[in-house]
Structure formats: C-alpha cells, structure tokens
C-alpha cells in the first residue's frame, strides 16, 4: 500500500493526500507542493499513513520539499499582500454598490493569482470589479461565490458547545445533515438551539444518529401494551440516552407511573388503541353541556324546519297550487 501524508492549505479546508516521498515529516512541519494551481506553501495536518489504492482519488503528487526559511518569509509577505487586498477589494465593492460580502482573500504562493471569496443572495455582474483590482495588484484576479457554511469554516467562531467550531478545526468535508436526525434525537425544534453559526442545522447532529437510530430500533414505541413487575400497563414515554421507559399501569392514576429499563418489559399485546388507553381523572375527556337558552332556542328551530318538510312534501303529493298572495296581483285589472 502506498504512503500519503494529508496536507492542508490556508490553515483550514479540506485535508489533501499526498506523497511524502523520501521526506520524514510529522504533523506541524511546514512544506512546498505542487497542485493543480501551481505551487502552494502547506501545512501537514495528518502523520503519514498506509492507505489502499482503492481509496486514492487520483494519483499522488510527489512534495517538493521542507519549506524553508526564504518560504517562510514569502509566505508572510503573501499573508500580508491577502490584507492589503480585503482592503481595496472592500473599497471598490462599496464604490461600485454591488449587493455582495466580501469573506477572504487567498493569495497563491507564486504570487500568480489572488482569490476572493465572496457570498451573496443571487448572481452578482462582477467583470467591473475583475478590472478594477487586476488594473491595482497586475497579476491574475479570481472570484468566487461561496456559502454561508464555507464562510464560517473561513472565518472561524465558537460553537454554542463553547469548543471552536467544527468545520473550521478538524472537519475536512460537509456533510448532510438533516431535520430527520433532529427528530430521531427526541431535540427542540427551537431553530437557535439546532442551528450552527452559519443558520444551517449543526454538523454534530450527524455525529450520534447511527447510535440513535440503532436504539430506536430496539426499544418498543410509545403506546405499547407491556408487562412490568407491577402489572400491565402502556408505555407514555421512551428515555433513548438511558434506555428506559415509562409505563402507566392500566390503573389509570398520576402515581401509577413507573421507570423500567426496556429489557426488563415483557412486550403485551401490541400498540393499544388510544381510546382504550387509561388516563388520570384531570385529563379525561368532558363532555361540553349546552346552556338551557341555547337548548331550547335549537329544539323550537328544529320543529319550524320539521313542519315546512310536511307542508312542502305534501303539496307535492295533492298536486294542489301553492296559495298565492291575495294583495299581489294576478292578472290585468278590469
């Protein structure tokens, strides 16, 4: 199996593999790598590793060689120029009054390109604004569009854990995560308790869904009809974090409730119907009674319609005219 030894540029973003070559490296060293934008300054993020080919994306690029102290200072130097860059490039953003934000710049370690990473709602015309900076910095001018997650893996923050954010420390790829996972975890739909720093649904949602989901399969569902220690009763609700439920024994009390862990059921007759569920005497359901006004308002509107039926239908079944009104006339007066 080949050697890789993962790369990572800027500090953050995806993790690279490539070939370490005869170079000993350990995680921290700084290096030079040639990559498809040319020749980059990276960090190694990851010790080196055995790894199937299967595996490999592509084929491995060779790493040049340990940066040194010249690299060191260029890749200050850059740093400083990315700077210098967010700088201009905000300035000619306002002046032209595009409806974009600027995020961050990148500056290649050749000094052949500057990237600018910009997010906005829709499409933004920027061929202007390429112009303007290639005319200030006379080397090649890129922009791109990003999202909001990739603009909080630049940018960096705090999680509402207190740790810095995922994306942003050791996350080298994003993945889906959806309103699912939440339900399945029994958590708030409250939006700001479920949403990361950049409003999308957090990352770690999808760290423990195989372990809820395989927990969900083994427990019995709320409504199961069980056998407890205590007698039967019908499960009200699932604990998935301790494995337990609660079940309310079919005497139908507030203290008839009790905690068992779910191995310790023995599964009944199957899901009870709601209507035969037991519950305590506050929550039963009352019968709305109607006020006698209103009673008797309905009855006497009853008999009225009940008493146009007949007069109707039977008319129907004499044949006779209907009784016309004797102050409209009926004809041409004589």
């Known amino acids: 199996m080949p050697k890789v030894v993962g790369i990572r540029f800027h500090g953050t973003g995806k993790t690279y593999h490539f070939d370490p070559g005869s170079h000993d490296l350990h995680k921290g060293d700084a290096v030079i790598v040639e990559t498809s934008q040319g020749i980059e300054f990276g960090i190694v993020s990851d010790d080196t590793i055995e790894l199937p080919e299967e595996k490999l994306a592509a084929p491995l690029k060779t790493i040049l060689r340990l940066a ?35 995020v961050n710049v990148e500056c290649t370690f050749d000094g052949r390109k500057i990237i600018f990473y910009f997010t906005a709602d829709g499409r933004i015309d920027f061929r202007e604004l ?60 409250n939006p700001a308790k479920i949403s990361g720093a950049c409003g999308r649904l957090m990352c770690c949602l999808k760290y423990e869904h195989a372990a809820y989901e395989d927990v969900t399969k083994r427990m019995p569902r709320r409504g199961t009809v069980v056998t ?21 024994l079919d005497k139908g009390g507030d203290a008839d409730l009790l905690t068992r862990p779910y191995n310790e059921l023995v599964i009944g ?66």
């Open 68 to 102: 040194d102290a010249d690299d060191l200072i260029r890749y200050d130097e850059n740093t400083q120029k990315e700077k210098e860059a967010f700088q201009i490039c905000q300035e000619k953003i306002e002046t032209r009054d595009l409806d974009m934000h600027l």
């Open 228 to 248: 407890t220690d205590e007698g039967r009763g019908t499960i009200e609700s699932v604990n998935l974090l301790r494995e337990t439920v609660t079940v309310r």
């Open 269 to 334: 007759e199957g899901r009870m119907p709601k209507s035969d569920r037991p519950q305590p005497e506050h929550q039963q359901e009352k019968v709305p009674v109607k006020s006698e006004a209103v009673a008797d308002q309905s009855e006497q509107s009853n008999k009225v319609e009940k008493k146009s039926r007949k007069r109707r239908s039977g008319r129907r079944r004499s044949g006779r005219p209907r009784k016309k009104n004797p102050e409209t006339p009926s004809g041409d007066a004589v």
């Open 130 to 189: 390429v112009k303007d900076l290639a005319s200030v910095f006379h080397t090649r001018i890129e922009l791109r569009q990003i999202g909001v997650r990739d603009e909080a893996r630049m940018i960096g923050g705090l999680g509402v854990c207190g740790r810095e954010l995922c994306c942003r420390s050791y996350l080298t790829d994003f993945v889906p995560v959806s309103i699912k996972m939440v339900k399945a975890q029994n958590l708030s739909m």
